[in-house]
T-cell receptor, first 114, second 116 residues
């Protein structure tokens, strides 16, 4: 079945440091890939997405590139801020003969220190 | 503004009681989903529905029930058969059609259920 693997957290960085959160996936067909962010006590918000190979999603300084050859969608940001502290989820959406569904990774908690 | 609304934000249940969590969307989305999130954990799929009057069990459906009588609404009932219902519940929807574009899920703000 489809699956998403994320690097284990928590990740603690100083303000202005470079961020990478690794995400790899297993899927049949051509899934769409997403990064979601969750702030404490809230639902998930879409951060960025990519719908086909070599697409780059970007938003608020975050970027991720859909790499079909390595089945990866790593999240990066060049300079993190304290306000980026949250939990980040990598996810895929796919459709096949059995239906459609999202598959989420376990989440990576990021703490940015001033 | 279009969006997805969950209510209530906080819910307390006595043991042995059934409770129903509301989820409403005005995005004209065909598909809706319910997830459970435990502290420090990821999301686990409870039920999903791709179309009105149809729904499928997810990975942890035992002790839960749903209905999809209207496109806009997908309520979740946590029954007394659910032995450990204290958790954060998230509802989501997406267009569910086609491949690629506009398949992202939109999430509600969640309902935190506590058994007292």
């Amino acid at each position: 079945g489809n699956s998403v693997t994320q690097m284990e957290g928590p990740v603690t960085l100083s303000e202005e440091a470079f961020l990478t959160i690794n995400c790899t996936y297993t899927a049949t067909g051509y899934p769409s890939l997403f990064w979601y962010v969750q702030y404490p006590g809230e639902g998930l918000q879409l951060l960025l997405k990519a719908t086909k190979a070599d697409d780059k999603g970007s938003n608020k300084g975050f970027e991720a590139t859909y790499r079909k050859e390595t089945t990866s969608f790593h999240l990066e940001k060049g300079s993190v801020q304290v306000s980026d502290s949250a939990v980040y989820f990598c996810a895929l959406f796919s459709r096949d003969n059995y239906g459609q569904n999202f598959v989420f990774g376990p989440g990576t908690r990021l703490s940015v220190l001033p | 503004d279009g969006g997805i609304t969950q209510s209530p934000k906080y819910l307390f249940r006595k043991e042995g009681q059934n409770v129903t969590l509301s989820c409403e969307q005005n995005l004209n989305h065909d598909a809706m989903y319910w997830y459970r999130q435990d502290p420090g954990q990821g999301l686990r799929l409870i039920y999903y529905s791709q179309i009105v009057n149809d729904f499928q069990k997810g990975d942890i459906a035992e002790g839960y029930s749903v209905s999809r009588e209207k496109k806009e609404s997908f309520p979740l009932t946590v029954t007394s058969a659910q032995k450990n219902p204290t958790a954060f519940y998230l509802c989501a929807s997406n267009s569910g059609t086609g491949r690629g574009m506009n398949t992202e899920a939109f999430f509600g703000q969640g309902t935190r259920l506590t058994v007292v």
